[in-house]
């Protein structure tokens, strides 16, 4: 089955500065690679999402870029706020199983 | 627009013990998935269902089971509890089989 790698599992970075989460899949047949947010006690939110006919997508501050050569992409958020605080976790998808990566916990200090 | 529901939040079970959750859809959707969040194993997908049959399923033992309704609520059940079931469970909605999921807040079980 599909395997997800997700990396770091935490970051810090002040407010201000650029974070970045990288995310490796396994299964070439996955096409579609949503990344969410989860703030304690809530289920995950959707920020922005990317399929496999595109390069990279963009949505004010948060972007996301996806290799399908090297089965890998990435979550960059800019000018990070100290809402940006939580748990991100990227996920490919093959049909409508999401196999999850293990989460990045981001700690934007102000 | 109401978003998912999940029912209840909170609960307290004793191995051996059988429980069932609760999904309500966002009205208008058709495809309700399962996913189980522990500390340990991260977010691991259950099932899906759409249109009152089960479309996908992940690896968890027979235990673990669930059905929809003709009006897209959802429950799972999962029957002789162990400890190990001890999580949060999250339902999450979408308009069709291709489209983004929307979760609910997750219905948190804790096994003593």
């Known amino acids: 089955g599909e395997n997800v790698e997700q990396h770091p599992s935490t ?7 650029s974070a970045v989460i990288k995310c490796t899949y396994s299964d070439s047949a996955s096409n579609y690679f949503p990344w ?3 703030e304690l006690g809530k289920g995950p939110q959707l920020i922005i999402d990317i399929r496999s006919n595109v390069g990279e997508k963009k949505d004010q501050r948060i972007a996301v870029t996806l290799n ?14 100290p809402e ?5 976790f990227c996920a490919a998808v093959r049909g ?3 196999t999850f990566g293990s989460g990045t916990r981001l700690q934007v200090q102000p | ?20 959750l609760s999904c309500s859809p966002i009205s208008g959707h058709r495809s ?18 759409f ?18 309704f003709s009006n897209s609520r959802s429950e799972m059940n999962v029957s002789t509890l162990e400890l190990g079931d001890s999580a949060l469970y999250l339902c999450a909605s979408s308009p069709d089989r291709t489209g983004e999921l929307f979760f609910g807040e997750g219905s948190r079980l804790t096994v003593l």
Do not use: C, M
């Not at chain 2, 627009?1 to 059988?18: C, D, H, S």
């Not at chain 2, 309700?32 to 269902?49: A, D, I, K, N, R």
């Not at chain 2, 009152?52 to 235990?63: I, M, V």
């Open chain 2, 51 to 68: 249109s009152e049959t089960q479309r996908n399923k992940g690896n968890f033992p027979g235990r673990f089971s669930g059905r929809q």
């Open chain 1, 84 to 88: 940006d605080s939580a748990v991100y």
């Open chain 1, 36 to 38: 969410y947010k989860q």
């Open chain 2, 1 to 20: 627009k109401a978003g998912v529901t999940q029912t209840p939040r909170y609960l307290i079970k004793t191995r051996g013990q059988q429980v069932t």
């Open chain 1, 96 to 98: 409508r199983a999401l």
């Open chain 1, 11 to 17: 970051l810090s970075v002040q407010e201000g500065d």
């Open chain 2, 32 to 49: 309700v998935s399962w996913y189980q969040q522990t500390p340990g194993q991260g977010l691991q997908f259950l099932f899906e269902y």
């Open chain 1, 68 to 81: 399908k050569t090297a089965k890998h992409f990435s979550l960059h958020i800019t000018e990070t706020q």
